[in-house]
């Protein structure tokens, strides 16, 4: 039995000494008066462990724990007006730099590389989501007139589902506008949906040797210039695979190059699939395969909305909002770690679930992820005569 609760040895995972180069180069710590840079990142994790509903529910949730703080890190127990005014001003960066700190080495786990795929490329999904916000308190949201929203445009490492870059924008902002800034990696492939069929945009990733998997739009106006063989007697879901160029006056100046043109069958839905590449040497299937895989994207966004805290919020300044998105995401990826690891085979839900109930439980953290029913065997039976006179 360890004299340690769950949560802080979930928080001992976290690299430490990372975290403070980053609040040294930021300067976070200045005028903190007890509220610390880490003492915060403790706070708003026990935000997403525990799904708190309110500053007040983090400081009574921190409170309970008297006599373990010291193994968080932390001395004392902040009160909830100090969790509002360092939300406020404290900038979200630091937790946005100290993500990607943690995916260099929690996303790098061996158990979270896939081989689904021969190919060489590394894999990427692009999509966004829409956070949804009441206009009337979160007035810097815009988004519709009577409706505020944030936009999270996010590229997924196909590699264990965990974001390689996120861009947070009002809701207001088009998908395609919110990639443009993305980081390339040359001989990567990136799938996304129609609504990044920009070809402004396809011919600035063509241009840094990206190739992509796009969904093209029914209106984009092509001549085919070649049609290749489809592959006998398998993978009768392709329909077409054909070289063509665009024709649109517009579209042509924007992307002079040729392309790929693939169609493909969805069983499922009962529909024609069509898309377009810059790959011309992968067979038909895999492109076809790599557009299916794109719904992981679906997956995690479905994922983070139900187990963390994101769609309310306990802040309504922007610095609170970004801090609680990017420590929502530092939470997935101390999940995605611990799920990688475990002998017993966990839904991420189920994960959740446990260890929110189980917070301030002092177990061993690998030995309950491995085993979390183990049987107890009942104490022995005290059967001593007693006197009677």
Known sequence: MTNITLFSQIISKLDRSSFSKLVKAKGTDKHQKGFNSWTHLVSMLFCQFAKSQSVRDI????????????????QKAPSKSTISYQNKHRYWTLYRDYYYVLLKSFGQHPHLKRVKFKIKSKIFLLDSTTISLCLSLFDWAKYKTHKGAVK????????????????????????????????????SVIVADRFYNDFSLLNVWDSNQVFFVIRHKENIQFKSIKEKELPENRHHHVLKDEIIELTGAKS??????????????????????????????????????????????EIFFRDIKQQLHIKSFIGTSENAVMIQIWTALITILILKALKANPKYNWYLSNLVAFIRLNLFVKVDLQKWIDSPFNEQLPPKQNYTQGVLF
């Open 59 to 74: 400081s009574n949730g921190l409170r309970s724990a008297t006599g373990n703080l010291n193994h968080l890190g932390i």
């Open 152 to 187: 999270m445009h996010t590229l997924l490492d196909y590699d264990g589902n965990l974001p390689h870059y996120v861009n947070i924008s009002d809701g207001k902002t088009a998908d395609n506008k919110g990639a443009y800034d993305i980081p390339l990696i040359s001989r």
């Open 252 to 297: 042509k100046t924007k992307y002079p190059k040729k392309l790929r043109r693939i169609a493909v069958w969805d069983d499922k839905n009962n529909q024609e699939i069509e898309l377009i590449t810059n790959q011309m040497s992968w067979t038909a299937n895999t492109i076809s395969q790599l557009y299916k895989a794109r719904w992981d994207i």
